[in-house]
Structure formats: C-alpha cells, structure tokens
C-alpha cells in the first residue's frame, strides 16, 4: 500500500511538473483536443491563427508561402499534440513548429529555384537569351526611401536563423528562454544569433544607402 501511494504520488508530481507551463485552461483545451473534441480544436486554431499566419507571413515574405505553412502548422499540431507535456506555453510551442516548417519551405523554394536557374542557364546556352526580357531583378525591394522597406529588406538579407532570432525578439516580443525553446537552441546560441544579425543589419542598412 505505502508503494503504491509513494507511485501515486510520484505520478502526481511528474504531471503538476510536466504542465508548468501552461494554465489550468489551456491545459484543459490541450486535453479536449487530444480527445478528438472538434470545438475544442476549432477553439485552438482560432486563438492562434493569426500569430500562425503573421510569423510565417514575417519568415518567409510572402502571403501564400504563409497561408500553406499555416495549413501546414496546424496539421503538425494537431499530429504530435499528445506529445506536448507544457513544458512551455502552447504558444511558443506553436512558434517552434511555426519555425521549423518555414525552414523547410524556404529549402524547399531553395532547391527549386536552383533547379530552375540551371534549366535556365541550359536553356540560354541552347537558344541564347530572351530577346527584351531581364534574367534577374530584384524582387520586394520596392521603396527603399521609406524606412520600413529598407529594413525588411535588410533583414531578408540574413541568414534564417538569425532573421528568425530577430523577428521573435524584436517583433513578436519573445524572451530569450522562448526564443531558445522555439529554435531549439541555448540561451547563449540565441544571444550569439541577435548580436550577430544586429551588426548584419547595420551593415545591410549602411551598405543599401
């Protein structure tokens, strides 16, 4: 009997640790979910869709780039949600996922546009180039006058993981702990990322002028 309450007990502390990161509300919501409660799930999506939409709209600058990680996003969620024990909100939970399948979209259109640019140097090399017709321009760089622009577009000039670092940070409000957890990294690489973006950015900016 003394075993079995020393078990009992010892299952208690593991969940009341396990869930320390969410309230008693949304672990009750996390709970339905998993249960196969479909407004419980409508309810999830609504809450977070448009934090969904926005990050990815941010990562990848692009609106249906954003809209298919979104769709994207929600089926991984809903597909690994018994796994998630509140070891964090489930909000920063969702920027995780939020990070990852934009990463992978970005490799995705990566590997793509490499594959096209070598269709089209074969291409060129056979028939010679398009009479009136530019090969490259650059692309949502409109504006540089403004502000705003010359920012956003100095930051796609950064490496992913150091613009992803930035924009939970200086956008999304996330603290260093969220934002280590969301990458998957330590506290000391997010730091590590910022300070390097930061002087990434200052040299984007100085350069574009």
């Known amino acids: 009997m003394h075993g079995a309450m020393d078990g ?12 320390s990161g969410v309230s008693g509300a949304e672990e009750a919501l996390v709970r339905r979910c ?16 448009r934090m969904v939409y926005q990050l990815a709209r941010t990562l990848l600058g692009d609106h249906d780039d954003a809209l298919d990680v979104s769709q994207e996003v929600f089926l991984r969620v809903f597909r690994t ?12 939970w969702i ?3 939020v990070v990852n ?3 992978n979209k970005l490799r995705w259109w990566t590997r793509r546009r490499r594959a096209l640019q070598v269709s089209l140097e074969e291409h060129v090399a056979i028939h010679g180039e398009p009479a009136g017709q530019a090969l490259s321009a650059p692309d949502r760089i409109l504006g540089r006058k403004e502000l705003a622009d010359r920012v956003w577009w100095a930051l796609e000039c950064l490496p992913f993981d150091q613009r992803t670092a ?6 999304e409000g996330l603290s260093y702990q969220e934002i280590a957890y969301s990458l998957g990294v330590l506290v000391g690489t997010v730091k590590s990322r910022l300070a390097r973006a930061r002087e ?4 984007a900016l100085r350069n574009e002028r």
Do not use: M, N, P
Request: hydrophobic share 35%; proline share 0%; net charge positive.
């Open 34 to 49: 998993v249960e196969g409660d479909d407004l419980a799930c409508a309810e999830l999506v609504g809450q977070h869709e």
């Open 8 to 19: 009992e007990h010892y299952v208690k502390d593991t969940r009341v640790l396990g869930w």
């Open 81 to 92: 949600l018994h796994r998630f024990r509140g070891q964090s909100s489930l909000k920063t």
């Open 200 to 203: 990434g950015l200052r040299v």
């Open 101 to 103: 399948q934009s990463r």
């Open 95 to 97: 920027y995780r996922i």
């Open 166 to 171: 930035v924009i939970l940070r200086e956008i």
